[in-house]
């Protein structure tokens, strides 16, 4: 147990922490994930993936029955679309890049809880998309396309902070 | 850079700060502790071997209840099993008592000698019960037997 903890802890507990954005409860997920490997660990099936993936899965399970309790939910029909604007200007002549780095943070944070946690397992977790695909329980091509979406996103609001810091 | 460039590139960077974050130590703590009351908790007896338990000291409190009442049933029996009340030899000489109480006690059977009955040797110390019917003077008029 202490192995695997070793292994697969911080990463249970960055996505909990990312997702939640609380210490204490993000510590308690990735505890509680790791009981449920103590205790169910005879439901882990390797011809499905790897431990780490299943673990992921618990964790977000546990991320979004937390997430239900304190309403942080948002819709998930569409109406994060990204509207079409211009992306061609160059964000580094308006902000430096400690701001692009925060304004790209408070987006992530931001993000629906459906875009995030693809955002984290792939960009962060360095997840490949079939075991972020299975770990989340969608097709990969929702994965793409949800990666699609959050970076979309976060474009939108850098362009946003950007359009803000050009105004005297 | 485009915006969506400047995405990229942020993300990798704030992903690389991301996975130097490790979780707190008390995490491991707290699970070592949960283990330990996870195995110890599988060392304890199941719910159903009490329940079982719980069913034998039942029965058998309830076996030896009933067994009891027997033997009470038993004593009972014992103590009406009397032999007739036997003068006390010489006790015929002593007035008629007005009052007589019955007093029940349990002696060696050769101390019925003193009161001057006949016993056999060898007796040993054989426990007799007997119930004395004494007078106001404090002295035995008669004696009954428990068989």
Redesign the interface.
């Known amino acids: 147990?202490?192995a695997l903890?070793g292994r697969h802890?911080?990463m249970?507990?960055?996505f909990a922490?990312?997702m939640i954005q609380d210490?204490s409860i993000a510590?308690e997920v990735?505890?509680d994930v790791?009981?449920a490997l103590?205790?169910q660990s005879d439901r882990f099936d390797p011809a499905i993936g790897k431990l780490s993936t299943w673990l992921c899965g618990i964790a977000r399970r546990l991320v979004w029955k937390q997430l239900e309790r304190t309403q942080r939910l948002e819709s998930m029909d569409g109406a994060d679309d990204v509207p079409e604007q211009s992306?061609?200007?160059?964000?580094?002549s308006l902000l430096t890049r400690k701001e692009?780095?925060m304004?790209?943070?408070r987006g992530?944070e931001a993000l629906p809880p459906d875009l995030k946690e693809v955002?984290?397992f792939c960009?962060?977790?360095?997840m490949k998309y079939d075991d972020a695909a299975i770990a989340i329980g969608v097709p990969i091509g929702t994965i793409r396309s949800r990666l699609y979406r959050a970076?979309?996103k976060?474009?939108?609001l850098?362009?946003e902070e950007?359009v803000r810091s050009r105004k005297p | 850079?485009?915006?969506?460039d400047?995405?990229?590139?942020?993300?990798?960077?704030?992903?690389e700060q991301?996975?130097t974050?490790?979780?707190?130590p008390?995490?491991?703590a707290?699970?070592?502790a949960?283990?330990r009351r996870?195995s110890s908790a599988k060392r304890v007896v199941p719910r159903w071997v009490w329940a079982c338990a719980a069913c034998l000291v039942l029965t058998v409190s309830v076996w030896q209840m009933t067994r009891n009442r027997v033997d009470h049933r038993d004593g009972e029996a014992r103590v009406e099993q009397l032999t007739e009340f036997v003068p006390i030899p010489g006790s015929e000489a002593l007035p008629e008592p007005v009052d007589r109480v019955i007093v029940r006690v349990q002696m060696a059977k050769e101390d019925l000698r003193s009161y001057g009955f006949e016993i056999p040797a060898p007796v040993g110390k054989e426990l007799v019960r007997a119930e004395f019917v004494v007078g106001e003077d404090g002295l035995a008029r008669a004696v009954r037997f428990a068989l």
């Open positions: 147990m202490a903890y802890g911080g249970i507990y960055r922490l990312r210490e510590e990735t505890q790791f009981l103590l205790r992306m061609q200007d160059d964000p580094a692009i780095i304004a790209v943070q992530i955002l984290v960009e962060f977790e360095e970076k979309q976060l474009a939108t850098l362009r950007s | 850079m485009t915006y969506h400047e995405v990229t590139q942020a993300l990798k960077e704030l992903g991301h996975r974050a490790g979780p707190p008390q995490i491991e707290r699970l070592r949960a283990t996870a």
